[in-house]
């Protein structure tokens, strides 16, 4: 039966007052002031001046666990659906991370398969953190033509001592191939890049799209409100058209070693000329959060999947960005860097994917992903072995 969400305020992620929104199937139908449905049988959710936004779209997420750095002991858990579901997030993209070999890209699949059957849309980013690239089928083009829920290759680590510091020429045949295979398949294809922070920062990518005709929009690097100097870099690709991503997931330990807070990287960002469109919010859900000093392992902390909902809750409250350029961090714009053209937005023909959310406290109340709701009156009600 349709869905019919009355009396929302809706951040579609423009804030477009109140309205209502009607889901039909996976989909949202229509959109307007007092929409007319009469005669027909409806589903219908009172919003009474809640806010309705897109479910939250979140770029890099760790699935099958993250970390391993130091020795086995820290090793990270697999992520369950709940976990997304509670942090209002829908849509996510899987990577392996540092860690290519006591975890494979057929776990990863499994996971983000399991993810889909609990009713998220999950995808997963081909590759690793190392060079030459981890396949599924011996081939980036090949994974992202013939394995559908890959989007891309990631996170391919650069500027980090983790990384297997690839050349130039390497990171052209990378980005090429995923060129091709995003180009061959309609998915258009994305190279997410983990910049450490080595001072080289986004200089190699930089370097490639001027010895390439690669168009920038195939590069999407993360992590870059991890030091000022990288923010710069970044705020200069996104004035060139390319996407961003900051990381939400910080200690208080980064902080003090001169990372950007995510929120405060956006307002940095927009205030230096960038168009705050480019910019986008990942949790690194899953991940590890390493410590180094002077090259030493000195403490590690898990990133959660609720990260991303913990920074709009600060956004709304006294946060430095306005709510609606961060609601679009954190939904259109990571949807439109990874191409996923009905993620992240609410309008007719967009996924039916939405949050209740209430604006006195903070809390959700509703989840849907594909027209399904996932949470209701702020219960899970999604059938699932781990809930
Ligand atoms: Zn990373």
């Known amino acids: 039966m349709p869905t019919l969400i009355k009396n929302a305020e809706v951040f579609a992620p423009r804030a477009l007052g109140i309205r209502d929104v009607l889901l039909s199937g996976a989909t949202i139908a229509a959109l307007g002031e007092k929409l007319d449905i009469s005669g027909r049988e409806l589903d219908v959710i009172e919003a009474d001046g809640r806010w309705l936004l897109p479910g939250l779209v979140d770029p890099l997420t760790h699935p099958c666990g993250g970390g391993g750095e130091g020795g086995f002991g820290n090793r990270t858990s697999e992520l369950e659906a709940p976990a997304f579901i509670e942090g209002g997030v829908t849509t996510l993209v899987g990577a392996l991370g540092t860690d290519s070999i006591t975890r494979s890209l057929e776990v990863l699949y499994g996971q983000v398969m399991k993810l889909r059957a609990a009713g998220l849309s999950a995808y997963m980013y081909s590759g690793s953190y190392r060079v030459p690239a981890t396949t599924l089928t011996g081939d980036l083009a090949r994974d992202i033509l013939m394995v559908e829920p890959v989007i891309g290759a990631g996170e391919l680590a650069i500027a ?27 998915k258009d294809g994305t190279l997410f890049l983990h910049v450490g922070d080595g001072p080289s920062g986004l200089d190699l990518v930089e370097e490639t799209l001027c010895q390439s005709d690669l168009p920038r929009r195939l590069f999407y690097p993360t992590h870059c409100n ?6 710069e870099q970044a705020v200069d ?34 205030e230096a000329g960038a168009p705050a469109s480019q910019f986008s919010f990942s949790s690194d859900a899953g991940g590890s959060l390493p410590h ?63 949050l209740l959310l209430d604006p006195a406290d903070k809390q959700l109340s509703d989840v849907f992903c594909h027209g399904r709701r996932l949470m209701g009156d702020g219960q899970i009600t999604m059938n699932s072995n781990h809930s």
Do not use: C, M, W
């Open 160 to 186: 980090d001592h983790r990384a297997s510091h690839p050349s130039l020429e390497e990171i052209r045949r990378i980005a090429s191939d995923i060129h091709l295979g995003g180009t061959l398949s309609g």
């Open 292 to 354: 180094y000093e002077n090259g030493e392992l000195t403490g590690l902390q898990e990133a959660k999947p609720s990260a991303l909902l913990d920074l709009l809750r600060h956004a709304i409250g006294d946060g430095p960005a306005a709510p609606v350029e961060v609601i679009a961090a954190l939904t259109r714009n990571p949807a439109d860097a990874l191409k996923l053209r009905r993620k992240g937005r609410i309008e007719p023909g967009a996924d039916a994917d939405l």
């Open 237 to 270: 690709f996104a004035q060139r058209g390319g996407y961003a991503d900051l990381t939400v997931s910080t200690t208080p330990e980064l902080l003090a070693a001169g990372e950007v807070s995510a929120l405060e990287a956006l307002r940095e960002a927009i």
């Open 226 to 231: 991890r030091q000022a100097a990288l923010l």
